[in-house]
C-alpha cells in the first residue's frame, strides 16, 4: 500500500514538473510576438512623422552657421552668464571647467525624467560633464563638478543622437548643455543630414544669456529649465556666487517661453514642443518657492507646464551648511502645492508628498 502511494505520488510530481514545464514553453512561445510588437512600436516612435523646427534652419545652412558663431565665442569665452573670458580654443579651461573638447559622461534612453518626455521608449539623455553654476548640493556633483566624462568628437556626438532615435527614443535630451552649445549645434546639423527628426530637449539650469538663447530660435524643441531660487543672496550661498541668477533665469524663461509657447503634450501624452519648468523645494524655503510660484502665475500662462519636485536630499558639499543638510518634510513640500493651487497653477507635477494631500 505504502509503495503504491508511494509510485502514485512520484507520478504525480513527474506530471507536475512536465505540465509546468511545458507551461513555461508555451509561455515563452506566446511572448515572443510581444517582443516583434516591442520593436516595431519602437520604430514608430521613430518614425512619428513630427517634423522639428530645426530642420528648416539646417536646410538653410543656418544652424551650422550659428554653430559657428557660437564656437568663436569660446575664444573669450561668455557662452553663460559668468562670461569668464577664458580661451578655452587654446585648451584652456573656463569657470565651468570646460575646454573646447567635448566630454560627454553617458548617452542612453532614460525613464526617470517627466511623463511626457519618457512615454514608452524614454527620453534620449546626453549627459554633459562640467557645469557653470557648480551647486553645493548637486546630485550629479560627480559629473558636473568632478569632470567624470569621455572626450568625444562632434561626429560621435550626432551618432550618439542618430542610435538614441533608432533605439526608440522620444526626443533627445541634452543634460547641462550650455558650455557646449557650439558642439551641439554642429552636431544636430550633422545629424539632422543623415535622418534625425526626433525633438531636442535643452535641459537647462535655467541661468542663461538671452544673447546665446537667441542662437537657440528655431532650434530647440522643448526647453527644460530649472527656475532654482528666487533670491539672489540664496543663489550667491549655495551656486558658486551666481547672485544674479533670479533676475537672469526669469529673462531666460519669458524668451523660453516666447520660443516655444506653453507645453501642451499631444493625443499620446507625448511632449514635442513647449517650455516645461522645474523647481526643486528645499529645507527651510531656501530655494523662495512661494516667490517662483508667484512669478511664474504672474508673467506666464496660468497653464505653463512645472513640475514641483520633492526628491531633494543633500549631496556634495550640502552637510557643510546646516539649513540644506536635510531631505525636505511633509509639510515643506505640502505647502508648496497649496502655494502653486492658490495662485491658479493648472498644469503642475505635483510628486511623492502629494499623494497624502487631502
Given at each position: 500500500m505504502k509503495t503504491a502511494s508511494r509510485r502514485t505520488f512520484l507520478k504525480w510530481c513527474a506530471g507536475l514538473v512536465l505540465s509546468g514545464?511545458?507551461?513555461?514553453?508555451?509561455?515563452?512561445?506566446?511572448?515572443?510576438?510581444?517582443r516583434t510588437g516591442t520593436a516595431s512600436t519602437k520604430t514608430q516612435v521613430t518614425g512619428s512623422g513630427f517634423d522639428p523646427s530645426y530642420l528648416k534652419?539646417?536646410?538653410?545652412?543656418?544652424?551650422?552657421?550659428?554653430?559657428?558663431?557660437l564656437w568663436n565665442?569660446?575664444?573669450?569665452?561668455?557662452?553663460?552668464?559668468?562670461?569668464?573670458?577664458?580661451?578655452?580654443?587654446?585648451?584652456?579651461?573656463g569657470f565651468c571647467q570646460a575646454s573646447s573638447q567635448l566630454e560627454i559622461s553617458s548617452f542612453h534612453?532614460?525613464?526617470?525624467?517627466?511623463?511626457?518626455?519618457?512615454?514608452?521608449?524614454?527620453?534620449?539623455?546626453?549627459?554633459?560633464?562640467?557645469?557653470?553654476?557648480?551647486?553645493?548640493?548637486?546630485i550629479n556633483w560627480e559629473i558636473s563638478q568632478g569632470g567624470a566624462g569621455e572626450p568625444r568628437s562632434i561626429e560621435e556626438l550626432a551618432a550618439m543622437m542618430l542610435r538614441l532615435q533608432k533605439m526608440g527614443c522620444h526626443n533627445i535630451n541634452f543634460v547641462t548643455p550650455t558650455h557646449y552649445?557650439?558642439?551641439?549645434?554642429?552636431?544636430?546639423?550633422?545629424?539632422?543630414?543623415?535622418?534625425?527628426?526626433?525633438?531636442?530637449?535643452?535641459?537647462?539650469c535655467g541661468w542663461e544669456r538671452l544673447e546665446?538663447?537667441?542662437?537657440?530660435?528655431?532650434?530647440?524643441?522643448?526647453?527644460?529649465?530649472?527656475?532654482?531660487?528666487?533670491?539672489?543672496?540664496?543663489?550667491?550661498?549655495?551656486?558658486?556666487?551666481?547672485?544674479?541668477?533670479?533676475e537672469v533665469a526669469k529673462a531666460a524663461l519669458l524668451e523660453m517661453n516666447r520660443q516655444v509657447g506653453v507645453a501642451k503634450s499631444a493625443a499620446d501624452g507625448i511632449m514635442s514642443r513647449g517650455l516645461m519648468i522645474r523647481h526643486l523645494v528645499m529645507p527651510n524655503r531656501v530655494g523662495g518657492t512661494r516667490k517662483v510660484i508667484e512669478w511664474i502665475s504672474t508673467h506666464l500662462s496660468k497653464d505653463t507646464y512645472?513640475?514641483?519636485?520633492?526628491?531633494y536630499r543633500p549631496m556634495?558639499?550640502?552637510?557643510?551648511?546646516?539649513?540644506?543638510?536635510?531631505?525636505?518634510?511633509?509639510?515643506?513640500?505640502?505647502?508648496?502645492?497649496?502655494?502653486?493651487?492658490?495662485?491658479?497653477?493648472?498644469?503642475c507635477d505635483f510628486q511623492g508628498y502629494s499623494l497624502r494631500l487631502d
Open positions: 514545464f511545458a507551461s513555461w514553453f508555451v509561455f515563452f512561445r506566446r511572448r515572443a510576438p510581444e534652419l539646417h536646410r538653410k545652412g543656418v544652424l551650422q552657421k550659428r554653430g559657428e558663431e565665442m569660446m575664444e573669450n569665452c561668455r557662452l553663460c552668464p559668468r562670461q569668464c573670458g577664458t580661451n578655452r580654443l587654446k585648451g584652456n579651461r534612453p532614460h525613464f526617470g525624467e517627466e511623463k511626457p518626455l519618457v512615454g514608452k521608449g524614454g527620453s534620449g539623455t546626453v549627459f554633459f560633464a562640467n557645469c557653470s553654476l557648480r551647486c553645493v548640493f548637486c552649445l557650439p558642439h551641439i549645434l554642429l552636431a544636430v546639423d550633422r545629424a539632422a543630414g543623415e535622418g534625425l527628426r526626433l525633438p531636442l530637449v535643452y535641459n537647462t546665446i538663447l537667441e542662437k537657440l530660435d528655431g532650434v530647440i524643441d522643448i526647453y527644460l529649465p530649472d527656475f532654482k531660487y528666487a533670491d539672489g543672496a540664496m543663489a550667491a550661498t549655495y551656486s558658486s556666487d551666481a547672485r544674479s541668477y533670479p512645472l513640475n514641483l519636485m520633492s526628491q556634495y558639499k550640502a552637510f557643510k551648511y546646516p539649513e540644506i543638510s536635510r531631505a525636505i518634510t511633509y509639510d515643506e513640500y505640502h505647502e508648496a502645492v497649496n502655494w502653486a493651487r492658490e495662485a491658479g497653477l493648472t498644469n
